[in-house]
């Protein structure tokens, strides 16, 4: 059976219908990577799946990337548990509790993720939305004047792992941090896409501590503002699938009474940001 892609009514973002993640054809498979460059975020409903077909659902985008940590409640190197679920006080997943704010995964490093496939197994029964900006519709978006001011310009991002929002930042340690140009080409359709976000970008190279600081929250602003921005109310058995290149996302707060259960794949990338 064909698939059909049905654009949300937002800024980005594309429901994919008639798809049986257990099984999924080659034709199926090409449509769907075509969707992704095209939209930035699939949107799979009410197909709860194991972690093996979440695997190979994450293939069709790209090779599939270890997780830091294994947690028991998957058993696999290669899918990352997100959960606020504790066995002995500890988590059994990661980035555990609430809201985190809008990022792009492993901006830090020099390879960022291309892209990740997220999984809901349980739900809490409010919050818990997970936001996503169109950095491609928000680059457009710009003044002829600010492109040519943006042209050539690179940002240097940093993360310590558990931040969810900057303030909360411990300065004193060595952070890790990757420095990439601030408006970066998707090879495949020659898009531009805007690489900053609150999180995680400290500083723009050759501006003052001041002016890039300024540049980024302008920017920033531009690309969480509400028009730009699809949010994700979580249903059990969803599946979103995102471009790691082309958009950023958050987290709104949830209650820490309930339960969350997300599983991850990573899709890595095989070349760094390009300028
Ligand atoms: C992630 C992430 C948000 C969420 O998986 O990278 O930021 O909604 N998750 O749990
Ligand atoms: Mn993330």
């Known amino acids: 059976m064909s698939i059909t892609v049905k654009p949300l009514d937002a800024a980005l973002g594309a429901e994919i219908i008639g798809l049986d993640v257990r099984d999924?054809?080659?034709?199926?498979?090409?449509a769907l990577h075509e969707a992704f460059l095209k939209y930035h975020l699939l949107v799979i409903r009410d197909q709860p799946i194991t972690d093996a077909d979440?695997?190979?659902?994450?293939?069709?985008?790209?090779?599939?990337?270890?997780?830091?940590?294994?947690?028991?409640?998957?058993?696999?190197?290669?899918?990352?548990?997100?959960?606020?679920?504790?066995?002995?006080?500890?988590?059994?997943?990661?980035?555990?509790?609430?809201?985190?704010?809008?990022?792009?995964?492993q901006i830090y490093r020099e390879i960022p993720a291309k892209g990740a496939a997220l999984h809901a197994v349980e739900i809490p029964g409010a919050g818990g939305d997970t936001m996503f900006s169109n950095n491609v519709a928000a680059?457009?978006?710009?003044?002829?004047?600010?492109?040519?001011?943006?042209?050539?310009?690179?940002?240097?991002?940093?993360?310590?792992?558990?931040?969810?929002?900057?303030?909360?930042?411990?300065?004193?340690?060595?952070?890790?941090?990757?420095?990439?140009?601030l408006v970066r080409r998707i090879p495949e359709n020659d898009n531009?896409?805007?690489?900053?976000?609150?999180?995680?970008?400290d500083q723009i190279q050759g501006l003052s501590d001041e002016d890039g600081r300024a540049l980024i929250?302008?920017?920033?602003?531009?690309?969480?503002?509400?028009?730009?921005?699809y949010s994700h109310q979580w249903r059990v058995g969803d599946t979103l699938i995102w471009d790691n290149r082309c958009t950023s996302h958050a987290r709104t707060d949830f209650p820490s009474t309930q339960r969350r259960l997300m599983k991850r794949v990573t899709i890595k990338d095989e070349i760094a940001p390009l300028g």
């Open 24 to 30: 999924i054809s080659p034709a199926s498979a090409t």
């Open 54 to 105: 979440l695997v190979q659902l994450g293939q069709c985008f790209g090779a599939i990337g270890k997780s830091r940590m294994v947690s028991p409640l998957s058993g696999r190197d290669d899918i990352m548990v997100i959960s606020n679920i504790r066995e002995d006080g500890k988590p059994v997943g990661q980035l555990p509790d609430g809201e985190m704010a809008f990022h792009i995964d």
């Open 139 to 181: 680059y457009e978006s710009l003044s002829p004047e600010l492109k040519k001011q943006l042209e050539g310009l690179r940002a240097t991002h940093s993360f310590q792992y558990g931040e969810t929002q900057r303030e909360n930042r411990d300065q004193a340690q060595e952070r890790p941090h990757y420095t990439h140009p």
């Open 192 to 201: 531009r896409s805007l690489a900053v976000c609150r999180l995680m970008t």
């Open 217 to 229: 929250t302008q920017l920033c602003d531009v690309l969480e503002n509400p028009a730009n921005v």
